[in-house]
């Protein structure tokens, strides 16, 4: 072909006018729970495709519901009114209240994410990595990869797996990275339209390394921090840095290793590492901190804790009030589980207050993990409220991302090698070479593809005591965004108030998920 048909091609692709071009509606499907998945296959899946801003003065809205919407955009007019306020509850912005600004939102590549990925034909894989990574996807930005094995492995091994290997010169990545892991993140990025932000976690040492001589139950690092398992565990890290850099992966981040608190607990069903917060701060001033820091990635990002909330903020305290181990640390990342135990303003807020210069990252979520309410439940809108609810709640206290578990697994919830079975949004069908979005997927996506990276959070608030959930940001182009939820059974109308522009009539029908976009002048 000339090269002039390709400018012809471009040209026409480009000149699609409208807001909803390239959207592919939902194929929705019922398996007797409260709402729907979409299904998608090789050739197939539902996509609102990219989402401009209408013109100045005009607003869209994108709603989501347990009755069957899935992101169904619409675009209306902001409403200029000049007599006064209108009776019932407004939701006002208020742009010169501002807050943190976010990095992103993300899901993470395990092994049985990529097992469930790569099951499929090449065609569905590639639909479902476009649909989280694509600019035709939801908008991830962020994707956390375990250090070798997890509960969600079909084995258990580490990357020293060689008794007494102290310099780790037997250090080998596992065939889930080089088979499964690195290819798969290596497509993601090539379709992303940023640069990804990778998230490394660690769930335990090698068995050699540890008081209990095994990657499961109780147990931590022998000796002390400053001692060899402890500097060996460090320059694992680095290891494991530099191998995925052959690959030209480089992390953004790395946490101090999964759920600290669950190697302390008598018995632990599945891998982990047992820290206590006086442990992790001495362990990071002397072993991990200078290690990253004489690496060559000093500036990866080091996050602490990436264990429940309500560990906060006496985690933060022990481990950020000592100066030596402070200096190398950039964040605070936070699981959801039990997050109803301890409030958001208790665990997060005393949390950003008391340390405002560490972030908060949530780096852990899943659902179906709680005795009676375990495993998948395809079209659970339950479900996406809870997402839905927890990203707001989270981000209303600082947080400035939020990271799924995994970013895909099998009807059954797994693999795992424990059977610790979860929910994933999505559902992976190989038999019928398909996979389900579930209503959690959306719930993600009304924030993840209308909260760009650097999107700083604004003061929003409502006239009267209402139950509606919402959070309000503006973008760096200086558009606005704001969430709403309502997790109730009736339907609310109301109104949102931008005192530079004027106000947006809206209803958010029970059970639903709005998200609203608009030009707002740039005079924020
Ligand atoms: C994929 O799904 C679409 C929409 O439901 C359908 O028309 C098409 O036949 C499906 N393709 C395959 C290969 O099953
Ligand atoms: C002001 O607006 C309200 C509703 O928006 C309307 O009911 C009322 O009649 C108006 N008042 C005047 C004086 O125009
Ligand atoms: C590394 O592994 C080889 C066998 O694969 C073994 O011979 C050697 O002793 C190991 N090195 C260390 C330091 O453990
Ligand atoms: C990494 O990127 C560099 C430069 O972009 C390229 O030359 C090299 O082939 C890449 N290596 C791998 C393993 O992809
Ligand atoms: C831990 O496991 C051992 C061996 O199976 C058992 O004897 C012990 O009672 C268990 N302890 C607890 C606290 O469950």
Same mark, same amino acid.
């Given at each position: ?28 499907? *019922?398996?007797? *729970? ?16 990219? $989402?401009?801003?209408? &013109? ?30 209108? !009776? ?74 060689? &008794? ?13 990275? $080089? ?13 992303? !339209? ?11 040492? !090698? ?8 990657? $499961? ?12 398992? *402890? ?100 964040? %605070?990342? %936070? ?17 950003? *207050?008391?340390? &405002? ?41 600082? =947080? ?21 079975? =979860?929910?994933?949004? =999505? ?6 070479? =398909? ?22 959070? $604004? ?7 209402? &139950? ?57």
């Amino acid at each position: 072909m000339a090269p002039w048909c390709f400018l012809l091609v471009l040209v026409i692709i480009s000149a699609e006018p409208n807001l909803c071009s390239g959207s592919r509606k939902c194929v929705g499907r *019922h398996f007797g *729970h409260s709402s729907v998945v979409c299904e998608c296959n090789s050739t197939y899946c539902d996509s609102i495709g990219s $989402v401009p801003l209408p &013109p100045l003065g005009q607003y869209s809205s994108y709603l989501s519901s347990m009755e069957g919407s899935r992101l169904e955009a619409r675009q209306g007019q902001i409403q200029v009114r000049t007599n006064g306020s209108a !009776p019932g509850l407004r939701l006002t912005m208020d742009p010169v209240q501002k807050y943190q600004r976010l990095r992103g939102f993300g899901g993470a590549m395990t092994d049985a994410a990529a097992i469930n990925i790569l099951s499929l034909s090449a065609g569905a894989q590639e639909q479902l990595l476009q649909q989280y990574f694509s600019s035709e996807g939801i908008g991830y930005s962020v994707v956390r990869v375990p250090m070798a094995s997890c509960d969600f492995s079909t084995r258990l091994y580490t990357y020293a797996d060689t &008794p007494g290997d102290y310099n780790l010169v037997n250090f080998t990545l596992a065939p889930e990275d $080089v088979d499964m892991k690195i290819p798969l993140l290596k497509r993601a990025q090539a379709m992303s !339209p940023q640069p990804l932000h990778l998230l490394a976690s660690a769930w335990s040492a !090698p068995a050699w390394m540890k008081t209990n001589g095994a990657l $499961v139950g109780k147990g931590s690092l022998k000796g002390q921090p400053g001692g060899k398992e *402890h500097k060996a565990w460090a320059q694992y890290y680095i290891r494991f840095l530099e191998e995925y850099a052959k690959y030209n992966l480089t992390f953004w981040a790395l946490t101090t290793g999964n759920e600290p608190s669950a190697g302390l607990i008598t018995n632990y069903s599945f891998q982990a590492l047992g820290f206590t917060p006086e442990e992790q701060r001495d362990w990071v001033a002397l072993d991990l901190g200078p290690a990253v820091r004489s690496s060559s990635f000093p500036q990866t990002h080091i996050l602490i804790l990436d264990d429940n909330r309500l560990l906060l903020p006496y985690w933060a305290t022990v481990v950020l009030s000592d100066v030596h181990a402070a200096r190398y640390i950039h964040g %605070v990342a %936070v699981h959801w589980y039990l997050d109803s135990f301890v409030p958001a303003e208790i665990s997060l807020g005393s949390t950003h *207050h008391l340390y &405002p210069e560490y972030y908060l990252f949530g780096t852990e979520a899943c659902a179906g993990w709680s005795t009676g309410d375990r495993g998948v439940k395809l079209g659970s809108w339950e479900r996406a409220e809870q997402y839905a609810h927890d990203i707001i709640q989270d981000l209303n206290q600082y =947080v400035v991302g939020w990271t799924d578990w995994n970013l895909a697994l099998d009807q059954a919830g797994g693999p795992n090698w424990v059977k610790n079975f =979860v929910d994933s949004p =999505v559902v992976v069908d190989a038999q019928r070479d =398909v996979f389900y979005k579930q209503p959690t997927f959306y719930s993600l996506a009304h924030f993840s593809k209308f909260l760009w990276e650097g999107s700083q959070r $604004v003061g929003v608030s409502a006239s009267e005591e209402t &139950p509606l959930e919402f959070t309000a940001f503006i973008r760096p182009d200086g558009s606005a965004v704001l969430i709403v939820l309502n997790r109730s059974s009736d339907v609310i109308q109301f109104e949102v108030w931008d005192p530079a522009l004027g106000y947006i009539p809206c209803t958010a029908p029970a059970r639903s998920l709005l998200t609203l976009a608009w030009n707002t002048l740039n005079t924020h």
